[in-house]
């Protein structure tokens, strides 16, 4: 999340620009071989996480998509982001994932989670 | 060191050697909405009647796949639904399915009681489909009713000759399975015609009781076991009864019927067969024709005329685990891949390009992923 106190902008990559991330959606990067999903959940908050479910390695980067003919369906998007519970559900079967730990509660799985800052308008991951 | 850093794809959602592979899927729903599906209901004294999406007011049943899904009933359409060809084509991009073998998803129908009206939907579904996905080359299943087989006779009379039409689809229920001799005229016309019966699981049959448990109250009993169950005895069934000695080149497709069960069955089945056989003679085709015995053991009808779809895959984790579970459980002979879009169970096709083995038997692969479909689909 977007702490810059404790964080060193040195120690991480840029991976995109404010704005570059609607509220309540999020990225998909690649940096050195690892994906990471980037979301925005408001008022400047960013939150990066591994963009694979462990599940069945969908791709949680789409969470909030929305649906194929989204007017004939309730819930308008595949998975979606829960800005107020810092949630995000996956888009393939909702595996709903804590966005600051890593875990599944009802699994109890955890997949990980990266320390992510705004820096002068840049999105910042540590890995 | 500076990263190197990349944007993902924002299409791709499965790994990227799926797209070198040719898949098809055996069961990809599509949803017309009710406004489209009207124009189609022929008569107009049942279309008076049609007062939900997709036929008269159901009955509640006993469960609900919704109690489970945090979307509730929207885990039918947790995908989004497709309504014309180029839906269909946009989310099977993404999944790297490169032929779905289409229907009109109106699994709701069996639960219905009014037998007039749900032949009405079906037939205007039928219609629907025709129009808009068989006369624009998607292979198609079309849909027969269990309930009425001389309306589903009806039906295949009016396009079962049709190309594009690559199958048949129809429902499996415990309350008379599919091995009853009224389904011969079926079985025989399926036969001349070179289509497989592709038969799939309904949450409710008419009347609307599981035969498996009352007390059966969550989606992983009733959805992850009943449809097993049910698979289990149409299958056993159909193969004791001696449809397939009847019918030796019909081929019998089970939809969301699970598939880790057909080692149990394999086994059993020819276990007791072979102890106690006597009773065969007495069934209704095997009393007609004077016959015994099965010609085979039933074990054989089992790879050669019933085929499994494989969602949701759940493959064991080491890989020398799941490659004896295929092993044993013919997946050669009898898995076929499908996806289920657009439904809260979807099972896109990660497992054959993540899983050992499967990397190390590309043979057993493209079998599931697209041989065996196309060994039995009218193509």
């Keep these: 999340m977007s702490q810059t106190d404790s964080i060193d902008p040195a120690e991480c990559t840029k991976v995109a620009e404010v704005g570059d991330i609607p509220e309540g959606r999020g990225i998909g990067v690649d940096v050195d071989g690892i994906e990471i999903a980037v979301f925005n959940v408001g008022d400047d908050d960013y939150y990066a996480i591994s963009n694979r479910c462990s599940h069945q390695q969908a791709p949680l980067c789409k969470a909030g998509e929305e649906k194929i003919n989204a007017e004939h369906t309730w819930t308008q998007s595949r998975g979606s982001v829960n800005t107020e519970e810092c949630t995000v559900s996956c888009p393939w079967h909702l595996w709903k994932w804590d966005l600051e730990t890593g875990v599944n509660e009802a699994s109890g799985q955890r997949i990980g989670t990266f320390d992510c800052v705004v820096d002068d308008g840049d999105i910042l991951v540590r890995i | ?379």
């Design chain 2, 1 to 379: 060191m500076a990263k190197a850093i990349r944007r993902l794809d924002a299409d791709a959602e499965v790994p990227e050697e799926a797209f070198e592979v040719d898949i098809v899927d055996m069961d990809f729903h599509v949803n017309p909405i009710e406004e489209r599906l009207e124009p189609y209901v022929e008569d107009q004294r049942a279309l008076d009647r049609l007062t939900t999406e997709f036929g008269m007011m159901p009955i509640p049943d006993k469960w609900d796949a919704a109690y489970a899904i945090e979307e509730g009933n929207e885990g039918l359409y947790t995908q989004g639904r497709a309504e014309v060809v180029e839906d269909v084509e946009r989310a099977c991009e993404m999944l790297a399915v490169d032929e779905p073998v289409v229907n009109a998803g109106l699994n709701l129908l069996p639960g219905q009681h009014h037998p007039v009206l749900k032949n009405a939907v079906l037939e205007a579904g039928n219609s629907y489909m025709l129009d808009h996905f068989v006369d624009e080359d998607v292979m198609t299943a079309l849909s027969i009713p269990k309930w009425d087989p001389e309306f589903a006779m009806g039906e295949l009379d009016r396009w079962g000759d049709e190309d594009g039409v690559v199958g048949v689809y129809s429902w499996f229920d415990p309350r008379e399975p599919w091995g009853h001799t009224k389904f011969d005229p079926i079985f025989e016309k399926l036969e001349s015609l070179g289509l497989p019966l592709l038969l799939h699981g309904s949450t409710a049959f008419w009347p609307q009781h599981s035969y498996v448990g009352d007390n059966m109250i969550t989606w992983t009993e009733v959805l992850g076991f009943d449809w097993p169950v049910h698979t289990m005895v149409n299958v056993v069934n159909m193969i004791m009864t001696g449809v397939f000695d009847r019918y030796p080149d019909l081929n019998v497709v089970f939809q969301e019927g699970g598939h880790w069960w057909i080692p149990f069955a394999r086994y059993r089945m020819d276990e007791f067969y072979e102890m106690h056989p006597e009773d065969v003679q007495i069934t209704p085709r095997k009393f007609e024709s004077g016959e015994h015995y099965l010609d085979r053991s039933p074990s054989e009808y089992l790879r050669d005329n019933i085929y499994v779809t494989t969602q949701p895959m759940a493959l064991p984790r080491r890989a020398g685990e799941a490659k004896s579970m295929l092993d044993v459980s013919m997946a050669k002979d009898t898995f076929m891949y499908s996806s289920d879009w657009p439904h809260q169970t979807l099972d896109p096709p990660t497992w054959f390009f993540n899983s050992r083995a499967f990397r190390d038997d590309q043979e057993l692969r493209d079998a599931i992923l697209h041989e065996n479909a196309y060994d039995i689909l009218r193509t």
